[in-house]
């Protein structure tokens, strides 16, 4: 290069680009004369400033030269802390050009001056070049998020035109998944997840990175067909297992997935088929009540009798010679299917007793308290207890009558004493003969299995002591009420 050319070439360097023209022109800051001279004013003939175009303007004072020539950066400073961007960006649905560089913009971004107010569009390479303006470095993150967006758009719409009238293959292959009627055997479930993840994960590879769309699609398309083959042999083996008692069928699986998700596995790993390992977890009601036969059918019982499935329990009644009114019991579902019910559907010969049934909860009914008392009321009397409901407080208590034997020098004599009270109630009751309601031997030969129970906890009271609590309970009730009708 010889010396002219240089010359020519360094005097052709802009001095104040096109951009920081505009910036300036609409700025506050050149318009001090103490620091920028006559700079403002000059500049209003330029569109941009080279050296030889300065060179040859004799009005620019020396301050101004001195700005344009060492201070230029300190000035762009300050006009663009006069400036922030107005909005993130928009696109722009007519022809908009860049205020700054006057290129056309499809993404528009506003940025404001703080002095003036005066308001300018700025396209996508301005934002860059002037990114220390207040906001703009957010535009430009978010400019980027939207322009990826919108290569990823194009590409998945060349995807998509490939795909043709199949292009809702993805969609419907998950649906056809997660509503397949019922729980397949593992080796084919995880066969056809795999390949409809593979499958997805084709296409998306491609719409976010880009490259070859032949190949992509060529292995979209392989999967495609892979996985429409294993569908084909679910659905054969659906046909061939649809009726099998122990089928998986969807709402049960539904249920499991919400409520014993590491049941499903074990139901797949055994071809979808219940068997006893997994049957132990299942508490479906509607699933249960349709099992309500079998479970008959294995009952070894001539006095307990199923009623049905209400909520999470299994309802029963039991009558005989010592309960010859009903009373009516309640197993959770839960401990049923866990020892007796998932025995009961998969081994034909297993039977079960009323001794098996655990977790036995009388239902806390009037009928079913007249029917225990009317059973074992007698039996407590002989052996010296009660139980008694007060009159006043409606309190329950266990009533026990004491004898105390005095020997003198001619006979043994049996002394009544006063009878002594423990608080209790009916639901105490109802659980103690829950505990032991099939035991045959309870009321003839083992009445202490009964008293032994009532004896066991809690703290014996004089009669004296409960009529002093029953007073104080009235006492507290009728002040309660004396409160509430206290006319304010
Ligand atoms: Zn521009």
């Given amino acids: 290069m010889s010396k002219k050319d240089a010359n020519s070439v360094s005097s052709n360097i802009k001095l104040i680009t096109k951009q920081e023209m505009v910036l300036i022109k609409n700025s506050e800051e050149a318009k001090n004369t103490n620091i920028y001279g ?26 101004a030269r001195m700005t344009i020539t060492n201070n230029k950066k300190l000035l762009m400073e300050n006009v663009k802390k006069e400036w922030y961007s107005k909005t993130l960006y928009m696109i ?12 056309k913009n499809v993404y ?4 404001v001056n703080r002095l003036n107010g005066i308001e300018l569009n700025v396209g996508r390479d301005c934002v860059s070049k002037f990114d220390t303006i207040s906001g703009l470095k957010t535009v430009i993150s978010n400019l980027d998020k939207a322009q990826r967006d919108y290569k990823k758009d194009e590409r998945r719409i060349d995807f998509e035109v490939r795909e043709g009238e199949e292009v809702g293959f993805l969609k419907q292959a998950e649906s056809t998944l997660v509503n397949f009627p019922i729980l397949l055997p593992y080796n084919l479930s995880c066969d056809l997840k795999n390949t409809l993840a593979d499958c997805n994960r084709a296409k998306n590879i491609y719409i976010k990175n880009g490259n070859n769309i032949d190949e992509a699609f060529e292995t979209f398309s392989t999967l495609r067909e892979t996985f429409k083959y294993l569908h084909k042999k679910a659905l054969k083996y659906f046909e061939a297992v649809k009726n099998h008692p122990l089928i998986c069928d969807r709402s049960l699986t539904n249920w499991i997935v919400d409520n014993c998700p590491h049941v499903q596995e074990v139901i797949e ?4 088929i219940l068997n006893e390992e997994s049957l132990r977890f299942i508490c479906e009601p509607n699933f249960i009540k349709g099992k ?24 029963f009644f039991i009558k005989n010679d010592i309960y010859f009114q009903p009373i009516t ?25 009323n001794k098996n049934l655990s977790s036995v909860k009388i239902e806390n009914t009037g009928a079913n308290y007249e029917a225990i008392y009317s059973s074992i009321g007698d039996t407590l009397k002989s052996n010296g207890y009660n139980f008694i409901i007060d009159n006043k407080t409606s309190q329950a208590y266990w009533e026990k009558r004491q004898s105390r034997t005095a020997i003198n020098r001619w006979r043994k004599n049996e002394i009544p004493e006063k009878p002594i009270y423990k608080k209790t109630s009916k639901e105490e009751l109802f659980k103690i003969i829950s505990k032991i309601l099939f035991d045959e031997d309870l009321l003839i030969k083992s009445p202490y ?9 809690g703290r014996w009271i004089t009669k004296a002591e409960k009529d002093e609590n029953a007073r104080i309970a009235a006492f507290a009730a009728g002040q309660q009420k004396q409160r509430e009708f206290i006319p304010y």
């Fill in 92 to 103: 722009a649905t007519e022809d908009t050009f860049c205020q700054l560089c006057g290129r």
């Fill in 449 to 457: 299995i009964l008293t032994g129970k009532i004896d066991i906890s």
């Fill in 292 to 315: 309500i036969p079998v479970f008959m059918a294995h009952f070894d019982s001539c006095d307990v009798k199923i009623i049905g499935v209400e909520g999470d329990v299994i309802r």
């Fill in 269 to 272: 790993k055994n071809s979808g």
């Fill in 38 to 63: 006559n700079l403002y004013g000059c500049l209003e003939a330029y569109t941009d400033l080279t050296k030889s175009k300065l060179n040859k303007d004799l009005v620019f004072d020396s301050k």
């Fill in 329 to 353: 019991f309640v197993v959770p579902i839960r401990d049923f299917m866990k020892y007796i019910g998932s025995k009961c559907l998969t081994d034909e010969y297993y039977k079960y007793t």
């Fill in 108 to 111: 528009v971004c506003y940025i």
